[in-house]
């Protein structure tokens, strides 16, 4: 089935509670795929926010808690949010792979594991301070990529990935994997230094194999969200046409 080019867009709601987010909520519900439903909203209001969501319009919801815990709990922590009818909700990588294979069993319905590779936030001195081996601070996609491999062997549905490792990850994984792209910056936005550190465009991301996209401040911080939306959109759409070509 064809997707429609706002539904590669995930915008992310973080933001500290309902009054907040419903806002963002109603401007946007027509004009993109998926909302983000990360910690600070989820610990804020809980399920109930779920249902909000999916009351206002036909945007479907990520959840992204990072499950990071022993297998087990990691486990019904998955088949617990699934039952909200969410799309995605995500698993941590650095919780092992038997807390992914976990997770997996219990993601037999709609709702789809995306694994977190390696948070966008960290760069090659951060993966220093954390004790990495220089083949991994050196080249960060080899580490993402040893990620992908260990979350797909163990069932994962797809990944959660910066788009400079897209491409590789995609060549390596096929097209049986959904690869969600944060760090996203549209070609025409202009956002102050923020702590996305390994960013591209939407059409440099999609060129590269991404099925979603995160986009957050560009479409947040503009005069008006939804027609920053439709830009993305729109740019969307461009490179959907070129990469067919």
Not at 27 to 35: C, N, T
Not at 76 to 100: M, P, Q, W, Y
Not at 108 to 116: S, Y
Request: proline residues 6%; charged residues 25%.
């Amino acid at each position: 089935m064809k997707k429609d080019p706002k539904d590669y867009i995930i915008f992310p709601l973080d933001l500290p509670d309902y009054d907040a987010a419903m806002p963002y909520v109603e401007k946007l519900a027509s004009h993109v795929g998926l909302f983000k439903v990360g910690l600070e909203l989820f610990i804020s209001e809980g399920p109930p926010i779920i249902k909000a969501i999916q009351d206002t319009g036909p945007a479907e919801i990520f959840l992204d808690l990072k499950l990071h815990d022993i297998p087990a709990t990691v486990q019904k922590a998955f088949s617990a949010a699934s039952r909200h009818g969410v799309r995605f909700v995500t698993v941590h990588c650095d919780a092992g792979e038997e807390a992914l294979r976990a997770a997996a069993k219990a993601g037999q319905g709609k709702t789809q594991i995306l694994a977190v590779t390696v948070l966008t936030s960290l760069d090659t001195g951060a993966l220093k301070n954390l004790g990495y081996e220089k083949n991994y601070t050196e080249d960060i996609s080899r580490l993402v990529l040893l990620r992908a491999k260990m979350a797909k062997r163990a069932g994962c549905h797809g990944m959660v990935c910066s788009g400079r490792e897209l491409a590789k990850i995609r060549g390596a994984l096929g097209r049986d994997v959904v690869l969600v792209a944060p760090g996203i910056r549209p070609s025409w936005s202009i956002v102050d230094a923020d702590d996305q550190k390994r960013i591209v465009t939407p059409e440099n991301a999609i060129k590269a194999g991404a099925d979603y996209l995160v986009i957050g401040r560009p479409i947040r911080n503009a005069p008006d969200p939804a027609d920053a939306a439709k830009k993305v959109a729109e740019e969307i759409e461009k490179a959907i046409t070129h990469a067919q070509k």
